[in-house]
């Protein structure tokens, strides 16, 4: 097997098995900031009634919701690779009405199953840094946004001044997964999520990813001291 092969069905394992637990340990780990994390982005993005969306590796589908209820009437898909997570994902669209406006599909963000052009934004929150190639999820986000259209990454970062940097260490990588053995019974699922950021780029270096797959105009916001950070890119017309 290999190495992409590798953390791909790592990661599939991972997220099948926390998915009726994910919402809240989200709210329980990141002290519900991720919430205000994913509002300071729909007001940057500024969705108007009508603008299409794909929302990749859209887990539970918190953004997606929040894509759909701002376009209003706009066709909104949201991709994930976990059948249970997008089954958490349908019980929210069920609950708010919103089956026929968002479209669910299990597929994989490194070959996405949309034509070229086909929405005003590509989303992915707090899922680009399992992916097994970053440039390739973009360069698929890319291509599935019209010209003009914007490629947008909530994403957990990397803080770089001290000693807030040393305090957010010390708690991802030592008590966040105490937390996930005591609440969530999984170890091991939570200890995944201080690795994998361990090897993902700081917002600085993300921002590079971006425009070295032909993203233009990209703009970087960390939130919260550098523990979130937001990248916007917009493809060329």
Request: glycine fraction near 8%.
């Amino acid at each position: 097997m290999d190495r992409t092969n590798s953390k791909e069905q790592f990661v599939h394992s991972v997220f099948e098995s926390i998915a009726n637990k994910y919402d809240m340990m989200n709210d329980l780990l990141s002290f519900r900031r991720h919430r205000a994390w994913r509002k300071f982005t729909m007001k940057k993005m500024n969705v108007q009634p009508g603008d299409t969306a794909a929302d990749i590796c859209c887990g539970t589908c918190d953004w997606t919701v929040n894509l759909a209820q701002e376009s209003r009437q706009g066709r909104i898909v949201g991709l994930d690779f976990s059948e249970n997570m997008l089954e958490i994902g349908r019980q929210k669209l069920d609950k708010l009405g919103l089956n026929g406006q968002v479209q669910l599909v299990c597929g994989n963000a490194m070959d996405l199953p949309f034509e070229d052009n086909q929405f005003d934004y590509a989303t992915i929150g707090f899922g680009l840094r399992n992916v097994p190639d970053i440039g390739r999820v973009l360069s698929e986000m890319r291509r599935v946004v019209k010209p003009g259209g914007k490629v947008v990454c909530l994403e957990l970062s990397k803080p770089v001044r001290e000693p807030f940097k040393s305090i957010y260490y010390f708690y991802f990588q030592r008590i966040l997964p105490f937390i996930g053995k005591i609440v969530a019974q999984k170890y091991e699922q939570y200890k995944w999520l201080p690795e994998s950021l361990a090897q993902f780029p700081d917002h600085r270096e993300l921002a590079q990813i971006f425009k070295d797959v032909g993203l233009e105009r990209v703009e970087v916001y960390p939130l919260t001291g550098g523990v979130a950070a937001l990248h916007i890119g917009e493809k060329g017309k």
